[in-house]
């Protein structure tokens, strides 16, 4: 009985280490593929479409985004 509950302790202690490994190592590898947009691709994509953007709408932009998360 006492052998059978530490079986199951123990295995649920092993299933969370491996989980959260493979969650961080699956998290890493998305946030290199689709990093989170910053300041400067914010500019660079305003700039792609013929504007030249000011600070002051770098950041509504920023604002919006971070809204959405």
Known sequence: ????????IVGLIIGLVI??????FAMKKYMEKNPPINEK???AMMSS??????????NQVMKQMNRYR
Not at 1 to 8: N, Q
Not at 19 to 24: E, I, K, M, P
Not at 49 to 58: D, F
Request: hydrophobic residues 50%; positive net charge; without cysteine.
């Open 1 to 8: 009985m006492l052998h059978d509950i530490l079986l199951i």
């Open 41 to 43: 691709m914010i500019e």
């Open 49 to 58: 479409m013929g504007r030249k953007p000011s600070q002051k709408q770098v």
């Open 19 to 24: 989980g959260f490994l493979v969650a961080r």
